[in-house]
């Protein structure tokens, strides 16, 4: 599959993440069906969309008429095969419960056209075990989106066992299409890059600092394209004080505390 053949988004999951996941695509000019297992949740969504979209055009980062035709892209379905039936990606934004996800997967292997890829927006489990269970494993991943999902730039692609080359860079090319600023990490280890520099379940002092040089490699590498912006220069470089540095040496201090006791 080609990036101008993908059509349809769906998102599995309207809540804190997926509602905002939704939106983005939509903007970015996607049709757009949210899925979850209320139609109060899925209301809820929309308005929470609706906010969003009105902030966005109060700011300037949308107009009044691009507010308006995303919306007109966003629809909404509790039935799971109607929903994502037709669609040629699938965002996963259901809560971190790895039965669940697995679960998921496996419905939407039975459901979805032979295709459609399925991205995990898991913040740290593991990819390959959550596609164990279905055929596609090599069009299974992770776009981990940070909170708020509609205003971070940064999601993080993470490749399973499984996952091809192929769908990887497709993956890739369709978040740089919608404005965002992924990295990608071609082996799972625990919790990726973000959560497994603050985690105290996944953070190592030696497992941080070879994520800190890698991270840092690559918002020096960003900083200096010729694309970047003087603004969004500072901006990176701001991020890589609060989410690489000041994680790194509280896991630091943490695990000290440990090996020496109190």
């Not at 800190?212 to 960003?222: A, C, D, H, N």
Request: net charge positive; proline share 5%; with cysteine.
């Amino acid at each position: 599959m080609k990036l101008s053949q993908i059509k349809n988004i769906a998102v599995v999951g309207s809540g804190i993440m997926g509602h905002g996941i939704g939106q983005t695509f939509a903007l970015g000019g996607y049709e757009v069906t949210l899925n979850d297992t209320s139609e109060a949740l899925l209301n809820k969504a929309v308005q929470q969309i609706r906010s969003n979209l009105s902030a966005f055009v109060q700011f300037g980062m949308t107009t009044p008429e691009g507010a308006k035709e995303a919306l007109s892209r966003i629809k909404t379905n509790r039935n799971l095969k109607e929903a994502a039936g037709e669609s040629d990606f699938v965002v996963e934004a259901l809560p971190e419960v790895m039965d669940l996800k697995k679960r998921l997967f496996q419905e939407l292997d039975e459901y979805c056209p032979s295709h459609t890829i399925f991205a995990s927006n898991t913040s740290g489990l593991s990819l390959t075990e959550m596609a164990s269970g279905i055929k596609r494993r090599d069009r299974a991943i992770i776009a981990h989106w940070w909170n708020p999902p509609h205003i971070i730039p940064a999601v993080e692609i993470v490749k399973g066992r499984y996952t091809s080359d192929q769908t990887v860079d497709l993956v890739y090319q369709l978040l740089v299409h919608i404005g965002k600023k992924p990295v990608k990490l071609l082996k799972e280890v625990p919790g990726f890059l973000g959560t497994g520099f603050s985690s105290p379940y996944t953070a190592r002092p030696c497992i941080v600092s070879r994520k800190v040089l890698l991270l840092l490699k690559i918002l020096i590498r960003r900083s200096r394209e010729p694309s970047v912006s003087g603004r969004l220069r500072s901006g990176l470089w701001r991020r890589a004080i609060w989410e690489v540095l000041i994680p790194f040496l509280v896991s630091l201090n943490t695990f000290s505390k440990r090996s020496t006791g109190p």
